[in-house]
């Protein structure tokens, strides 16, 4: 019994070592092939680099800049060599402020066989020429098809003889942080220069309303703006466009424009020679804690609506007070995503969206206006004009408040149609101060019923803490500017 029980488990045993030694050999191939997907440091860029060159280009504008007259310059003779060598010392001697000339330079890359080229907006601002240099040395002038200033974005043409080389656009949001990235450009005005790093961080914003700026460490210097930011297929995923840095060379912080952010703009430019926006028309904000719990919302997400002037928003029925909570279908978390989502839609296009108001989700229907007409206009929203009650002063919160009177109104210059509580005093360590709150604000509502005197403002700030609320909701104005803010009444 003994042998047989022991020839049997030999025989399981190699059984089991045969599918033990398939299992790791399908695990090898799996491990290997996983590794591969996940693009390892390269050996060399060189290939790349060569097969990408020939598409980027080094650009050079001109413009005529007018000089500045100094009057106590030191006097020099007509010709003279000093006056050449030092135009901004001696400046022009008549005083007129002769006209100069005076460059620039930067980067771009093709995208289209017949001569599309991509570049930043400062590269070519206020350029009375624009000079294109190509990789084996041939020089075109181009012409300026549109500009984005809000993105830094421009597209240029050059006339093309045959067919020339052009990169793609690859899509940026699959890239992913630690992902290898290579950037060619004309830094310092060296041309043509390839420098590579990673990509240290992604969704990055910098100042403006549709920033969507993937972050690497691949040496961006200045000259290096409008040119291409490539993933290892050679696919373009950014557009280098600014660094940050305290000597102004690279020190591993460069910023470039995401690539599904610039394939928009360019396909507008291209199409119009001009951007076409979504507009909703209303101001919003973000919401914290204290605002959602003042509101009744189960968390800190949406963009809290705080005025509504004329225009779609007004039209759809949008109110002070709503939270817009999805566009067109998409969860909207912040007030960035909602520009950002609003923007990118369609002018003319009808969008449902769910808000919360008073309690409870709804469903409003806008047609989008467009954002780039809006802004020729002045858009003011409507005020009430129900006068104060009374000047009486209060404190609370951490502020001194009082209502507002003419005097008041003056000293304040506040517009004649502002109406509410007016903060006279904010006390550095409280809440309202860490909040923004300001001497000169004027609050107009508490826990979103209208307040003109200090006796209404502490009457809501009594009814929030009787019915058990932690934090309470201000409306508050500054500079016609409205803007919710939730404070804890504690």
Do not use: C
């Given at each position: 019994m003994t042998s047989i029980a022991i020839s049997r488990s030999n025989r399981l045993s190699g059984r089991h070592k045969f599918y033990l030694g398939s299992v790791l050999a399908l695990a090898f191939l799996m491990m290997q092939a996983t590794l591969?997907?996940?693009?390892?440091?390269?050996?060399?860029?060189?290939?790349?680099a060569e097969r990408l060159l020939p598409s980027v280009v080094n650009i050079t504008t001109s413009q005529t800049v007018k000089g500045i007259a100094r009057p106590n310059a030191p006097q020099v003779p007509e010709g003279s060599p000093f006056r050449e060598l030092f135009p901004d010392l001696f400046g022009d001697q008549g005083g007129n402020g002769r006209a100069r000339r005076a460059s620039a330079l930067g980067s771009g890359f093709v995208i289209s066989a017949d001569g599309l080229i991509v570049t930043n907006n400062h590269v070519i601002d206020k350029a009375d020429e624009i000079t294109i240099e190509f990789y084996d040395g041939e020089e075109r002038v181009a012409k300026l098809i549109g500009r984005d200033e809000k993105t830094d974005i421009a597209l240029l043409k050059v006339e093309a003889d045959e067919p020339l080389p052009f990169v793609t656009f690859g899509d940026s949001d699959i890239s992913r942080v630690g992902d290898w990235v290579m950037a060619i450009g004309n830094p310092l005005g060296?041309?043509?220069?390839?420098?590579?790093?990673?990509?240290?961080?992604?969704?990055?914003?910098?100042?403006?309303?549709?920033?969507?700026?993937?972050?690497?460490?691949?040496?961006?210097?200045?000259?290096?703006?409008?040119?291409?930011?490539?993933?290892?297929?050679?696919?373009?995923?950014?557009?280098?466009?600014?660094?940050?840095?305290?000597?102004?060379?690279?020190?591993?912080?460069?910023?470039?424009?995401?690539?599904?952010?610039v394939t928009k703009v360019v396909g507008q430019l291209e199409e119009f020679g001009e951007t076409r926006r979504g507009w909703l028309g209303v101001r919003i904000q973000d919401v914290d804690e204290e605002m959602a719990e003042g509101l009744g919302l189960e968390s800190a997400k949406g963009a809290l609506v705080s005025g509504v002037p004329d225009g779609p928003g007004k039209d759809a029925g949008i109110l002070a007070r709503d939270v817009i909570l999805s566009f067109d279908g998409e969860e909207i978390e912040d007030t960035r995503e909602l520009v950002s989502v609003v923007g990118n839609t369609e002018v003319g296009k009808a969008v449902r969206m769910v808000v919360f108001r008073d309690g409870k989700t709804m469903t409003l229907k806008v047609v989008l206006g467009?954002?780039?007409?809006?802004?020729?206009?002045?858009?003011?929203?409507?005020?009430?004009?129900?006068?104060?009650?009374?000047?009486k002063e209060t404190e609370a919160l951490g502020m001194k408040l009082t209502g507002v009177t003419p005097d008041l109104r003056e000293r304040l210059n506040l517009d004649a149609s502002t109406v509410g509580v007016a903060?006279?005093?904010?006390?550095?360590?409280?809440?309202?101060?860490?909040?923004?709150?300001?001497?000169?604000?004027?609050?107009?509502?508490?826990?979103?019923?209208?307040?003109?005197?200090?006796?209404?403002?502490?009457?809501?700030?009594?009814?929030?803490?009787?019915?058990?609320?932690?934090?309470?909701?201000?409306?508050?104005?500054?500079?016609?500017?409205?803007?919710?803010?939730?404070?804890?009444?504690?």
């Amino acid at each position: 019994m003994t042998s047989i029980a022991i020839s049997r488990s030999n025989r399981l045993s190699g059984r089991h070592k045969f599918y033990l030694g398939s299992v790791l050999a399908l695990a090898f191939l799996m491990m290997q092939a996983t590794l591969s997907s996940a693009r390892g440091a390269p050996d060399s860029f060189a290939d790349l680099a060569e097969r990408l060159l020939p598409s980027v280009v080094n650009i050079t504008t001109s413009q005529t800049v007018k000089g500045i007259a100094r009057p106590n310059a030191p006097q020099v003779p007509e010709g003279s060599p000093f006056r050449e060598l030092f135009p901004d010392l001696f400046g022009d001697q008549g005083g007129n402020g002769r006209a100069r000339r005076a460059s620039a330079l930067g980067s771009g890359f093709v995208i289209s066989a017949d001569g599309l080229i991509v570049t930043n907006n400062h590269v070519i601002d206020k350029a009375d020429e624009i000079t294109i240099e190509f990789y084996d040395g041939e020089e075109r002038v181009a012409k300026l098809i549109g500009r984005d200033e809000k993105t830094d974005i421009a597209l240029l043409k050059v006339e093309a003889d045959e067919p020339l080389p052009f990169v793609t656009f690859g899509d940026s949001d699959i890239s992913r942080v630690g992902d290898w990235v290579m950037a060619i450009g004309n830094p310092l005005g060296q041309g043509f220069t390839v420098t590579s790093g990673i990509i240290s961080a992604r969704n990055k914003s910098l100042r403006g309303t549709y920033d969507d700026f993937i972050q690497t460490d691949a040496a961006i210097n200045r000259g290096n703006s409008g040119g291409p930011l490539f993933n290892m297929d050679g696919d373009v995923v950014g557009v280098n466009t600014a660094i940050i840095s305290p000597s102004g060379g690279s020190i591993g912080l460069g910023f470039s424009m995401s690539s599904n952010v610039v394939t928009k703009v360019v396909g507008q430019l291209e199409e119009f020679g001009e951007t076409r926006r979504g507009w909703l028309g209303v101001r919003i904000q973000d919401v914290d804690e204290e605002m959602a719990e003042g509101l009744g919302l189960e968390s800190a997400k949406g963009a809290l609506v705080s005025g509504v002037p004329d225009g779609p928003g007004k039209d759809a029925g949008i109110l002070a007070r709503d939270v817009i909570l999805s566009f067109d279908g998409e969860e909207i978390e912040d007030t960035r995503e909602l520009v950002s989502v609003v923007g990118n839609t369609e002018v003319g296009k009808a969008v449902r969206m769910v808000v919360f108001r008073d309690g409870k989700t709804m469903t409003l229907k806008v047609v989008l206006g467009r954002r780039e007409d809006a802004e020729k206009t002045s858009i003011v929203p409507v005020i009430s004009e129900k006068p104060a009650e009374e000047a009486k002063e209060t404190e609370a919160l951490g502020m001194k408040l009082t209502g507002v009177t003419p005097d008041l109104r003056e000293r304040l210059n506040l517009d004649a149609s502002t109406v509410g509580v007016a903060v006279i005093f904010v006390d550095e360590t409280s809440d309202a101060y860490e909040k923004g709150i300001r001497s000169g604000d004027v609050i107009t509502e508490v826990g979103q019923k209208s307040v003109t005197s200090a006796s209404d403002l502490q009457a809501a700030f009594k009814e929030a803490r009787d019915a058990g609320r932690k934090s309470v909701l201000l409306l508050v104005e500054r500079g016609g500017n409205p803007r919710f803010v939730g404070l804890a009444l504690d």
